[in-house]
């Protein structure tokens, strides 16, 4: 994240704007450009734009900064780590809600179809994700093929745990709960 809120730093340098002029160009507070470019939070995506088109950053060059923009929200830690050490659905579904960000559930839903309610389920851990639908989720979000491999592999040990749970709650007459994919 430091790095592309200095990246905004430095276009805005180049323009060779003040933060007061560039609020003027962008419509937000010079405050909140500041902020922008801290360091201690990335800005959101208007923000962003914002402060880019202020600095007469081309439109043409928009989509490049959002890929930047997208991949500086992703979550600092190593996401294959994560599904790797994953023990839980609800450490599946936080690894893959650390992918999918910035993106809110709405736009999740649009992307994808799936409701957001389910996609919610998923990453809070209460829903088991079906694996195609799963897939089709993580490929929306533009994972990486390492990152795809790394989530699948996640599901596929999960499931084949809460089998053996199940069948040896089964074997020793405790009820299971049953729940929808």
Do not use: N
């Not at 962003?48 to 900064?65: E, K, S």
């Not at 609800?90 to 993106?103: F, H, I, K, Q």
């Amino acid at each position: 994240m430091e790095d592309f809120t200095a990246a905004l730093q430095q276009v805005r340098r180049h323009a060779g704007l003040s933060y007061r002029r560039l609020a003027e160009r962008a419509h937000y507070s010079h405050p909140q450009l500041i902020r922008a470019t801290s360091g201690k939070q990335l800005p959101t995506w208007d923000v962003t734009a914002a402060y880019l088109r202020g600095c007469g950053v081309p439109a043409d060059l928009m989509p490049v900064w959002r890929r930047r923009w997208e991949q500086a929200s992703r979550d600092p830690r190593d996401i294959v780590l994560l599904l790797e050490s994953a023990e839980s659905l609800e450490d599946l579904g936080a690894a893959v809600a650390a992918l999918a960000r910035p993106r809110s559930l709405r736009a999740l839903e649009q992307e994808t179809g799936i409701p957001r309610t389910t996609i919610q389920a998923w990453f809070q851990g209460t829903r088991r994700a079906g694996p195609d639908r799963l897939d089709h989720l993580v490929r929306s979000v533009g994972a990486t093929p390492e990152e795809r491999s790394a989530v699948a592999r996640a599901a596929h040990r999960l499931s084949a745990e809460r089998v053996g749970t199940s069948r040896d709650r089964i074997s020793s007459g405790t009820p299971r709960p049953v729940r929808a994919a």
